[in-house]
Every structure is written in C-alpha cells, then in structure tokens.
Nanobody
C-alpha cells in the first residue's frame, strides 16, 4: 500500500526557496513514477515535476513554468521524493500534492488521472 505524506510547505518571499518532501510510509513506491502537482484556487491541478521510472533509472520532467527553478529528486533509501523550489514567484502559490502511479511515462506524466495515489497536500505561499 502506497501512503504518501508531504511536508515542507510554508510562506516565503519572492525569490526565496523551499524544499518539499514526500515520504511513502508504505515503502512500496520505489518502482512507481512519482510526481508533484499543484493547484491554486479556481485553477485546475497541474503537473509541476515528474520522476518517471525507467528500466534502469529515473527520468525527470518539468512543466515549462518551473524549468530551471525546480528540481525533483529521490532518496531511494528513505523512499522519499523531494521538490527543491528556487527563485519562487507569487504565481507559484498553490497547494502542492505528491502523486504516485504505475503506468506513467514521459508523454503523460503531467496528467493527474494517470496517478493512483495522492498525498494530502502542503501549502506553498509566495509573497511579492
């Protein structure tokens, strides 16, 4: 059973950094594709970054809006996925969710319906 728990959200000024963590307390997601999504009030949930499981490694994908600023990584020993967010902007303000899915690839990593398991979310607020 995959059980995702996010942490690390908070309030920061524009230009600042935050690092989100997503721990799988079920210790089963090592072979899953993991991703971070975000949802701002009144907007659809959007894929921010994905760590897609390949045969021998993980492949990272990013939304255009965060390329060069956000970085997704995994610590296999801790079954934890991270999202390092730098140069934050007010438009990055949203609830951030961690997700895990089995049949996800580089072409559909950003599509929320592809993911089976979701965390409860952690709020990120960036002030100008």
């Amino acid at each position: 059973q995959v059980q995702l728990v996010e942490s690390g959200g908070g309030s920061v000024q524009a230009g600042g950094s935050l690092k989100l963590s997503c721990a799988d307390s079920g210790y089963t997601s090592i072979r899953f594709t993991m991703a971070w999504f975000r949802q701002a009030p009144g907007k659809e949930r959007e894929g921010v970054a994905g760590s897609v499981t390949g045969r021998y490694t993980y492949y990272q994908y990013y939304a255009d809006s965060v390329k060069g600023r956000f970085s997704i990584s995994r610590d296999i020993s801790k079954n934890t996925v991270y999202l390092q967010m730098n140069s934050l902007k007010p438009e990055d303000t949203a609830m951030y969710y961690c997700a895990a899915g089995v049949s996800v690839n580089g072409a559909n990593w950003y599509q929320a319906p592809q993911y089976t398991y979701w965390g409860q979310g952690t709020q990120v607020t960036v002030s100008s």
